[in-house]
């Protein structure tokens, strides 16, 4: 069975609103969901290896977090596309190459990506 990944991820010291409440709602409100925070890109990555290694398999990322044009933030690590390719190039590496469905959706914020085959994160399922 596939589930949902709800991430939430606020910048340490920014006066904005925290990402927490919407994300762990929406997990809360979601059977299958999962919540989970991450305060850094490198945290992302070893939430991603923990996840893989306890069996989990996701079909759609809820990623509730702050931006700037062209980046999303987690914690204070701008993430843009070409951190999503070396993501999914080390993937298979460490451990978390087949977490996500090929046809998986993620939801930043309130933007939907529709993921499709050639797209980076569906890549991201395939053997580097």
């Not at 919407?22 to 850094?40: L, Q």
Request: some cysteine.
């Amino acid at each position: 069975m596939a589930h949902h990944l709800h991430v939430w991820s606020d910048i340490p010291g920014h006066r904005s609103i925290s990402t927490e409440g919407p994300a762990k709602a929406h997990a809360d409100n979601d059977p299958d969901g999962v919540a989970i925070e991450v305060r850094s890109f490198k945290d992302f990555e070893k939430a991603l290896g923990e996840l893989a290694y306890d069996g989990y398999l996701f079909d759609r990322a809820d990623i509730h977090c702050h931006g700037s044009p062209g980046k999303i933030y987690l914690g204070r690590d701008k993430v843009g596309y070409e951190d999503v390719d070396a993501l999914r190039a080390s993937g298979h590496q460490n451990g978390y190459g087949s977490l996500f469905k090929a046809d998986s959706i993620f939801k930043l914020g309130s933007v939907d990506i529709h993921l499709d085959a050639m797209s980076a994160a569906a890549r991201f399922q395939q053997a580097a």
